[in-house]
Nanobody, 120 residues
Framework: VPLQASVGGLVQAGGYLRLSCAAS????????AGWFRQGPGQEREFVAA????????YYADFVKGRFTISRDNAKNTVYLQMNSLKPDDTAVYYC??????????????WGQGTLVTVSS
């Protein structure tokens, strides 16, 4: 399932940004969706995920209460609303589709990555 993430951007600390990730195939609605990120010199890490059947959501501790993942199956799109951004949130963000969970290996399809920079 080809995934296309929206362009990230530069925001000031405390600001907000919404990322979107669109799939070109209807089969996207058959997968769980997740967001991961990779900061400078760091490994890719889990940010948030949303299951298919129940729309249950899961978050990394460092984004709980600040980020919200959601999906619109009619538009084959998953979103990541990021509020109260911190400089530590600076990273390339990736959307992914797969069986779900917090581990990279559980996702079969990946978007191209989009850079989010948070200035202090």
């Amino acid at each position: 399932v080809p995934l296309q993430a929206s362009v990230g951007g530069l925001v000031q600390a405390g600001g907000y940004l919404r990322l979107s990730c669109a799939a070109s195939e209807r089969t996207f609605s058959s997968y769980a969706a997740g967001w991961f990120r990779q900061g400078p010199g760091q490994e890719r890490e889990f940010v948030a995920a949303i299951r298919l059947s129940t729309d249950s959501t899961y978050y990394a501790d460092f984004v709980k209460g600040r980020f919200t993942i959601s999906r619109d199956n009619a538009k084959n799109t998953v979103y990541l609303q990021m509020n109260s951004l911190k400089p530590d949130d600076t990273a390339v963000y990736y959307c992914a589709a797969g069986s779900g969970g917090t581990q990279l290996r559980l996702y079969d399809f990946w978007g191209q990555g989009t850079l989010v920079t948070v200035s202090s």
